[in-house]
């Protein structure tokens, strides 16, 4: 608990913290907008003629349910980037700094640093969650009666919600074992950043061109995808025509984030300082 | 802290026992062994590159030997139960965050060594540190980085101090309250352990040395016996307008006489008083007389000559 405490003053007493959240802030709002006007666009905009095969589609997202998750989960995509980019300076910044010297003498017990670390960082992501969820209710609720759809709380809305905070909490363990795998902070960030956007954007291109071509059962392979993964995990309604299921996706990302947390440990264990 | 708490085995001894530290090309430690005692500053001194970094790092659990032991009053350092209750450590003037303030510093390894945070602001009083101690890492000056470095190690009022060239970019009035600071702790019965390349300082400040070169043990002890084995004994300096007849009754009195580009006789085998009479006897007039001790640095490059450089 001493070292979680240390931890989390290691974030608190600099600037991290909320150059992050600056950051975010916008990105969040931007994100809102364009929830506002897809939303506004599925309830009472004249979508044309939809092919037959997206009809299934549109009419999940239609649904109020799903409106509100997506609502209340708004500014994921951005959100999960940051609490990934905080979890890889956790680590990476004692390097950086030269701080890992003092760190581990203080404690030698390099596991129970790493621990404290991973548990420190997810508490931080889920801090970030509840802020960002506090702001969605609000936000959420204020767009669903402009567009003239009744706010609601259903066992659907919140589980998504729910997720939505599991997501912050594997993201952020994500980046810590980022952080210990590349202990450069610039190469770390980046390749986190590489991979979070590029890494998701490459793959819904590949993936679907292959679907294309080889059927739909390719699509599943966007299982392997983190932040697709991530995403299908917390998409509020009952399984979209096409994709796997969302427990699979929830299952995909522990098991991303158990490995790199474990794996990072077991490497800051054996490494010499110096 | 109380003495309580220390188990009675823990006398604060540094114990380091054929210790090895094998790099993929260099053996960047060898087979050392060497003890430091409580009570003494020891300077543990060697060339750049002679290993003592990394024998450092190796008694601090940062490196793993490939071989052998070191222990800090009989135990390992990773084996320490509360470690900067008993062992501070000042490794790098440069490892703290830049944008952390001095006392966030502290308090923050305060938090994860379970020690009062109250420790941080007495720690930095203890090291003249206060009025910077809302400063940002990056505005400090490399002597305020060493003071804070000490005063993350005074945190727990350990028993053994383990410094690595804290005197490094020290201005003649920081190196002197470090002097001062580092042989009180020693008074105090503490162990104070310093590795330096800095001779004339560690003439002034250890009392025993350990040097070591090419990563092995060159010598051990306390720093006037290690000088007094030397083979250069003290040599006197005579400067004289007679220098020839001086020399001439010197060398009747089987002394050997060198002259340096000034003119100034160097005189090896007899001591200044056996010189004084002898030109006294020989009616030779006398501009100075003095004796000349072998310095730390003149037995530290006799000791590691050709054993230094680049492996």
């Known amino acids: 608990m001493n070292l979680v405490r240390s931890e989390l003053l290691k974030i608190r007493s600099t600037s991290i913290w909320w150059i992050l959240a600056l950051i975010y802030l916008p990105l969040w709002g931007i994100t809102l907008f364009f929830n506002y006007i897809q939303s506004d666009a599925l309830v009472n905009g004249d979508l044309g003629e939809v092919p037959a095969d997206q009809a299934d589609t549109f009419d999940a997202l239609k649904d109020p349910d799903a409106l509100a998750a997506n609502l209340f989960t708004n500014g994921q995509f951005f959100g999960l980037m940051m609490v990934m980019l905080l979890g890889i300076i956790v680590v990476t910044s004692e390097f950086f700094h030269q701080t890992v010297t003092t760190t581990f003498l203080t404690v030698p017990h390099r596991s129970a640093v790493m621990l404290a670390k991973l548990v420190a960082a997810a508490g931080l992501g889920v801090v970030f969650w509840l802020v960002t969820t506090a702001a969605n209710l609000l936000s959420g609720a204020a767009v669903l009666g402009a567009i003239g759809v009744d706010a609601r709380y259903t066992g659907a809305v919140w589980e998504a919600v729910g997720l939505n905070g599991l997501a912050y909490l594997l993201w952020a363990i994500l980046g810590v074992g980022l952080g210990v795998l590349i202990r450069s902070q610039i190469g770390a960030t980046v390749t986190g950043i590489l991979l979070y956007l590029g890494g998701s954007i490459g793959a819904v291109i590949l993936i679907s061109t292959l679907a294309g071509r080889f059927g739909d059962w390719i699509n599943n392979l966007q299982l392997l995808v983190p932040s697709l993964a991530s995403s299908l995990m917390v998409s509020g309604t009952d399984d979209l025509p096409g994709n796997p299921p969302q427990w699979a996706g929830a299952a995909v990302l522990i098991g991303y984030a158990l490995v790199a947390g474990v794996v990072g440990t077991l490497l800051v264990r054996k490494r010499d300082i110096s | ?311």
């Open chain 2, 1 to 311: 802290m109380s003495d309580g708490q220390r188990s009675p085995t823990d006398d604060g001894q540094i114990v380091v026992s054929g210790l090895t530290k094998q790099y993929r090309n260099v053996r960047a430690v060898d087979d050392l062994s060497f003890t430091v005692a409580p009570g003494r500053v020891t300077g543990f001194l060697g060339p750049n590159g002679a290993g003592k970094t990394t024998t450092l790092r190796m008694l601090l659990n940062l490196v793993t030997p490939t071989a052998g032991t070191a222990t800090i009053g009989g135990h390992r350092y990773a084996d320490l139960t509360d470690p900067l209750r008993h062992v501070g450590a000042v490794l790098e003037a440069s490892s703290a965050h830049k944008g952390r303030t001095g006392i966030n510093h502290l308090k923050v390894i305060c938090a994860a060594a379970g020690l009062p945070k109250e420790r941080a602001a007495e720690a930095l009083a203890l090291v003249g540190l206060t009025p910077a101690a809302k400063r940002k890492f990056k505005g400090y000056s490399l002597g305020m980085k060493q003071r804070l470095g000490i005063a993350a190690a005074m945190l727990g009022d350990p028993r053994v101090l383990i410094l690595d060239e804290p005197a490094n970019g020290l201005d003649p009035e920081g190196i002197r309250w470090m002097r001062g600071f580092l042989k009180n702790l020693a008074h105090e019965g503490r162990t104070v352990l310093v590795s330096s390349h800095l001779l004339s300082e560690m003439q002034l400040l250890a009392d025993d040395v350990v040097i070591i070169a090419g990563g092995k043990l060159i010598r051990q002890g306390p720093v006037q016996e290690v000088m007094g084995s030397m083979t250069k004994g003290a040599r006197v300096r005579v400067r004289t307008p007679q220098a020839d007849q001086l020399t001439a009754a010197l060398r009747g009195a089987s002394a050997t006489v060198d002259v340096d580009e000034q003119g100034t006789l160097l005189v090896d085998g007899v001591d200044a008083p056996a010189v004084g009479r002898a030109a006294l006897a020989a009616g030779v007039e006398l501009h100075e007389l003095s004796t000349e001790r072998p310095d730390l640095e003149g037995v530290f490059l006799e000791l590691t000559a050709g054993k230094a450089g680049i492996r």
